[in-house]
């Protein structure tokens, strides 16, 4: 049975770091891609990052460049996004989801997804 289950989220104030976790259960990390999306009241999902280990290849939607860093331990099979500097609008409900081989930036790629991590980021 596929799950992924997120945790780390929590209140930040702007300027701090947060770094989530995606614990992932019934298979295995190396063939698939794990992406992280975010989603807040009123606003459109968003897709943050992905790790795909098919590849070796990343993505990050332009606007946490240079801030989030996703990072996996596939034999804890784990995937991790750490966020620097953090901003208010980086407040959302961040979700861990799994794709096929690939990354996308698109939510209807991913077939699995976790229960989500608040994050809030205020002073």
């Known amino acids: 049975q596929v799950q992924l289950v997120e945790s780390g989220g929590g209140l930040v104030q702007p300027g701090g770091s947060l770094r989530l976790s995606c614990a992932a259960s019934?298979?295995?990390?190396?063939?698939?891609?794990i992406g992280w999306f975010r989603q807040a009241p009123g606003k459109q999902r968003e897709g943050v990052s992905c790790?795909?280990?098919?590849?070796?290849?990343?993505y990050y939607v332009d606007s946490v460049k240079g801030r989030f860093t996703i990072s996996r331990d596939i034999a804890a099979k784990m995937v991790y996004l750490q966020m620097n500097s953090l901003k208010p609008e980086d407040t959302a409900a961040y979700y861990c989801?799994?794709?096929?081989?690939?990354?996308?930036?698109?939510?209807?790629?991913?077939?699995?997804w976790g229960q989500g991590t608040q994050v809030t980021v205020s002073s």
């Open positions: 989801a799994r794709s096929g081989a690939y990354c996308s930036p698109y939510g209807h790629m991913y077939g699995y």
């Open positions: 019934g298979f295995t990390l190396d063939v698939y891609a």
């Open positions: 790790i795909s280990t098919y590849d070796g290849s990343t």
